[in-house]
Nanobody
Framework: QVQLVESGGGLVQPGGSLRLSCAVSGSFFRINDMGWYRQAPGKQRELVAVITSGGSPNYSDSVKGRFTISRDNAKNTVYLQMNSLKPEDTAVYYC?????????????WGQGTQVTVSS
């Protein structure tokens, strides 16, 4: 059974920073891409950032230059460093990991962590 456990959300003032973590545990063959998504109230879930197993990142235009995604393959963990936070960054943030085997690829999701940017 594969589990993703997120941590690091909270309340922060505009201009502040937060660091999210997501650890993957359980029995699996290999983790491919890992990423962060977010969903604000009344809106669809959107991609924030994704990173390949080799460490190549991609970001949505809305967070480019402010957020940094990274991963530690030895710890099966992905991070999201969020700087210069804005009220519009307020959302539930979900991590996602593509778990691959010789015959299948399955996306697993974390439970979500709330990020609130407000003065």
């Amino acid at each position: 059974q594969v589990q993703l456990v997120e941590s690091g959300g909270g309340l922060v003032q505009p201009g502040g920073s937060l660091r999210l973590s997501c650890a993957v545990s359980g029995s699996f063959f290999r983790i491919n891409d890992m990423g962060w998504y977010r969903q604000a109230p009344g809106k669809q879930r959107e991609l924030v950032a994704v990173i390949t197993s080799g460490g190549s990142p991609n970001y949505s235009d809305s967070v480019k230059g402010r957020f940094t995604i990274s991963r530690d393959n030895a710890k099966n963990t992905v991070y999201l460093q969020m700087n210069s936070l804005k009220p519009e960054d307020t959302a539930v943030y979900y991590c996602c990991a593509a778990i691959v085997s010789p015959t299948a690829r399955v996306n697993y999701w974390g439970q979500g962590t709330q990020v609130t940017v407000s003065s």
